[in-house]
């Protein structure tokens, strides 16, 4: 675990640290799924795709608030007092992977927010001078201002994707905003180092858009948006081979990929984990201390999908080190990578179960 003082100290002292955010104080699902503790792996760790739920289609009203560079659009539901789940979601997805989470855990007693990530639906950068960055610390450093907007003190951090990177950063250099954490695919803090050495050739596949972005036919693609819709079609239709999702699905999400800054933001993720774009000299000291690796020690869940192609093998074996709290895995048979939307109740249970690790 990092201390305030230390990652104060890395980021400098008063209002050079404060301006980056991370920094300085703050004001019955599935019966199927089954919990169990790694490194036990088999069928009981397993949830059967026939549990999945779709009972939802739209969150009741999207919010905004201002916190930090960013207007915030985010969906709500929940008693206002209750304790706090705040779900993030991947790419190329939206708010949407949560429309049957949310409700189930709001009848919990859970006050659940899902926050557009920058770039997508309709959150906004408040100038257009801000850079349209995506490096990992700055969608963290979102995550606290929108709770620091929000006056919510800790929150459970749920996510996927682009989600569990960031749910992982904030609990791992701010563990007292983090009560517990549900994370996908792990540890998935990105270690831009790594990056730099090939991987084996089957895993290269998957990562195909990767490289895309990294060229300008990429880049003039993701500004098209006809190109633009048939490319994330695509990428839901291969990461997700088992969910059986209709066009009305897909495109209550794509429509959030229409904000103005969704493009830039992307490429800019994606070109800067690649070592190919810069991020901005104020998170250095964050990526300083995420090139370490640091250890996570709040009470963690860590969920793989069996029929993700990005899943690492080895049950979780891989990353179990960088969780030092009370601690849980899970694999889920039959699904792929858009894991709480296609496996709602699971997910659900996974945060119920790791608020009370």
């Known amino acids: 675990m990092i201390n305030r003082r230390s990652f104060g100290k890395a980021l400098g002292v008063g209002a050079g640290a404060a301006a980056v955010g991370l920094a300085g104080p703050a004001s019955a699902a599935d019966a199927a799924a089954v919990p169990t503790t790694t490194p036990a792996p088999g069928p009981a760790t397993r949830t059967n795709p026939a549990t999945r739920t779709a009972a939802h289609t739209a969150f009741p009203r999207i919010k905004q608030i201002k916190a930090g560079v960013l207007d915030v659009g985010y969906a709500e539901l929940g008693p206002a ?30 006050r659940v927010i899902v926050p557009y990530l920058r770039g997508h639906g309709t959150t906004r950068f408040l100038s257009d001078r801000t850079f349209r960055n995506a490096q990992q610390s700055a969608i963290a450093v979102d995550v606290i201002a929108l709770m620091d907007a929000l006056k919510i003190h800790r929150a459970v951090l749920a996510g996927f994707d682009w989600g569990s990177r960031t749910a992982d950063i904030v609990a791992a250099l ?4 983090c009560k517990a954490l549900v994370s996908v695919s792990g540890y998935l803090v990105t270690d831009r180092e790594a990056n730099l050495k090939p991987l084996a050739p089957k895993a290269e596949l998957a990562w195909w858009y ?23 079609r695509l990428v839901w239709d291969t990461v997700s081979p088992t969910w059986d999702f209709d066009d009305a699905t897909f495109e209550r999400t794509a429509a959030a990929f ?14 800067w984990r690649l070592s190919l774009a810069d991020g901005e000299r104020r998170y250095d ?15 963690t869940i860590t969920l793989d999908a069996e029929r993700d192609p990005f899943t690492a093998p080895g049950g979780g074996t891989s990353y179990r080190d960088r ?35």
């Open 81 to 110: 007092h209750g304790p706090v789940v705040i779900c993030l979601h991947g790419w190329p997805y939206d708010i949407h992977s949560y429309v049957d989470v949310a409700p189930l855990l709001a009848e919990r007693g859970y």
């Open 258 to 271: 229409d904000n103005p800054d969704y493009a830039a933001v992307v490429v800019h993720n994606y070109r």
């Open 210 to 232: 990767q490289y895309y972005f990294s060229t300008e036919r990429g880049r003039l693609a993701m500004e098209d948006k006809t190109l633009r819709h048939d490319l994330t």
């Open 323 to 357: 969780f030092t709290g009370p601690y849980e895995h899970r694999t889920l048979a039959g699904i792929g990578h858009n894991v709480p939307q296609e496996a709602p109740a699971a997910f659900a249970q996974a945060v119920v179960d790791a608020d009370r690790l």
């Open 285 to 299: 000291g964050l990526e300083k201390l995420l090139a370490a690796r640091p250890t996570i020690g709040v009470p």
């Open 174 to 177: 701010r563990p007292e905003r």
